[in-house]
């Protein structure tokens, strides 16, 4: 079971989880920081300024998984639809398109604190059906963001204004 963390608060979620390997994809300049998750975050495999192309080969190897994005301020998470692409259950603060795209208990979680990501980490470390029934679905959900899906739609888009 493999836990992949994205935005603030990062710190917190490690500590409250140390037996959990964790796995970051980590796009940074920062080589302070980058050997800082290396020295100080238990049981945690980094992935320093990952090629573009190999982000979902990478996020695939933990399918069943869960991403948690605690970023509070976003548009379009491009993170949110790359884990959910390869079978991670995203859960995810109520920023940007997550409420559009998750459908909570069902493809992912929408939280609002701290406490409640905490308490539905722990409800999918112990729900294995749960959390490889929920993965299932944030699958299906992320194929209609697929870059051929998109391009059919904008263009279905264009023909209809066009009518």
């Known amino acids: 079971m493999r836990l992949r963390i994205t935005g603030l608060k990062h710190q917190w979620f490690f500590e409250q989880f140390p037996e959990v ?5 980590v796009m940074s300049r920062n080589k302070k920081l980058v050997q800082w ?3 100080y975050i238990p049981n945690h495999t980094i992935n320093a300024n990952a090629v573009k192309d190999t982000i979902p080969s990478l996020l695939n190897q933990h399918a069943g998984g869960i991403a948690l994005l605690t ?5 379009f998470s491009l993170s949110l639809i790359e884990a ?3 079978g991670l259950v995203p ?4 920023v940007g ?3 559009e795209i998750i459908r909570n208990g069902e493809n992912g979680f929408i939280v609002h604190t701290i406490e409640e990501a905490e308490e539905k980490i722990k409800l999918l470390l112990n729900d294995t059906a749960l959390r490889h029934r929920v993965a299932l679905a944030a699958k299906e959900t992320a194929k ?7 391009i059919e739609k904008t263009l279905a888009l264009y023909r209809k204004i066009l009518e």
């Open 37 to 39: 998750m290396k020295n």
């Open 21 to 25: 390997k964790k796995f970051s994809v």
């Open 144 to 150: 209609q963001f697929r870059s051929d899906m998109m």
């Open 97 to 99: 398109v997550a409420p």
């Open 91 to 94: 859960i995810s603060f109520s």
């Open 84 to 86: 959910m692409s390869q």
């Open 71 to 75: 970023s509070r301020y976003e548009g």
